[in-house]
């Protein structure tokens, strides 16, 4: 029997396309002694946050026993290659019938927990009005074992997946370290349940995708993680909070469903530049990046790279949220005004028929639940 360990870095050939989230570098293969994948899907995703896919030899020749023979603990190259040719039919979407978002739906998350420690602390008795509305649109579910199952559904109302995270309910964080660290995904799940045939295909969508159609006049923010969009919106309601889902996932057949809106960019601490470098060719839509973080944050808050759902927290605590306020309007305030002095911007609007979206009264009574 061989070893099989993780394939070192000796440059991008050695780096693959993930078969959870596509990342074309981000692959990493089992492999045994001689250098030799055991399979292209087993592996482990460097996206550890957005994506944490992670496929254990121990885990494939549980799911295929057939494997076990005196060459099954190789990749037979010649034999995957002829199975990629073979299969060049493109499959589609799938998608998770919605009864289990329903049966899922629950405040027994360990996120929900801070959540509502946090808006007790902001609101006060009016918190339960908030958690209530972030419940039912962003349809949060929970697991056994307290972690969250964040939901990706489409603006058809389709399931894409659920995104199942653990996070302390004291502080809000991620737990990281050990196996509660690990991203699951309900689609994998179902699929190890055989619930899913193994040819069902997944296609990611924006977290929060579905609130774009029942707010076609609201401003768009984009966030990179799904908690950062929850906390958001509980703060400042009068915008349509989404989640990409981790910085790598700007990718532009997400971003799409974006088409003719105006979208507020708020990268994490270490996304700025990547960030502000994909949103030049989102011409799609009326886009501007906020450097609220990468102004403000201090040299540690970077180095933990927080995100804005950190600093939303943090401003809370200090008693300066209505300095976040301010920035969310005067970003508004600058993209208008470079609408008005940039002529390729306004043909843009012309070209699709855009309605400029005035700033929403954030700020004035924001102690107030929407």
């Not at 994506?51 to 020749?61: A, E, I, L, R, S």
């Not at 057939?66 to 290659?81: K, L, M």
């Not at 969508?205 to 768009?220: A, M, R």
């Not at 060719?281 to 950190?310: G, R, W, Y």
Request: with cysteine.
């Amino acid at each position: 029997m061989s070893n099989y360990s993780l394939q070192s870095y000796k440059g991008m050939a050695t780096r693959h396309t993930c078969p959870n989230c596509g990342d074309r570098h981000s692959f990493a293969y089992y492999v045994d002694g001689q250098d030799t994948p055991l399979h292209p899907s087993v592996g482990r995703c460097n996206h550890e946050s957005s994506c944490g896919y992670h496929y254990t030899p121990k885990q494939y020749f549980h799911d295929h026993p057939e494997c076990r023979t005196v060459n099954g603990f190789s990749f037979d190259r010649q034999r995957v290659e002829q199975k990629s040719k073979q299969s060049v039919q493109p499959t589609a979407t799938g998608y998770i019938p919605q009864d289990y978002v329903e049966r899922s739906q629950s405040v027994h998350s360990n996120f929900f927990y801070f959540l509502s420690m946090l808006l007790t602390a902001y609101y006060g008795s009016k918190a339960k009005e908030v958690l209530n509305r972030l419940l039912e649109e962003y349809r949060l579910g929970a697991a056994r074992d307290g972690a969250v199952i964040f939901w990706q559904i489409d603006r058809n109302d389709k399931v894409r997946t659920g995104k199942v995270m653990q996070y302390n309910p004291e502080d809000g964080h991620r737990i990281k370290g050990g196996q509660t660290s690990a991203v699951n995904w309900i689609h994998s799940i179902l699929k190890k349940q055989r619930v899913l045939p193994e040819e069902w295909q997944l296609s990611q969508c924006l977290f929060g995708e579905h609130l774009l159609s029942s707010n076609p006049d609201k401003v768009v923010v984009l966030v990179e993680s799904e908690k950062s969009a929850v906390i958001g919106s509980a703060i400042f309601p009068g915008y349509v909070w989404l989640a990409t889902g981790g910085k790598s996932q700007m990718k532009e057949e997400k971003l799409r469903v974006l088409s003719g809106r105006t979208v507020l960019l708020f990268p994490d601490a270490d996304g700025y530049t990547e960030w502000k470098q994909r949103a030049g060719s989102m011409n799609f839509c009326k886009v501007i990046v906020s450097d609220l973080i990468e102004k403000n944050a201090t040299p540690k808050q970077k180095a933990a790279h927080i995100d804005i759902a950190d600093w939303i927290v943090f401003q809370i605590r200090e008693s300066k949220i209505m300095c976040t306020a301010n920035h969310l309007v005067e970003a508004e305030r600058i993209l208008q005004r470079m609408i008005e002095k940039n002529p390729i911007l306004q043909k843009l609007i012309d070209d699709f028929d855009l309605v400029p979206v005035g700033a929403s009264p954030i700020g004035k009574d924001e102690a107030n639940p929407p």
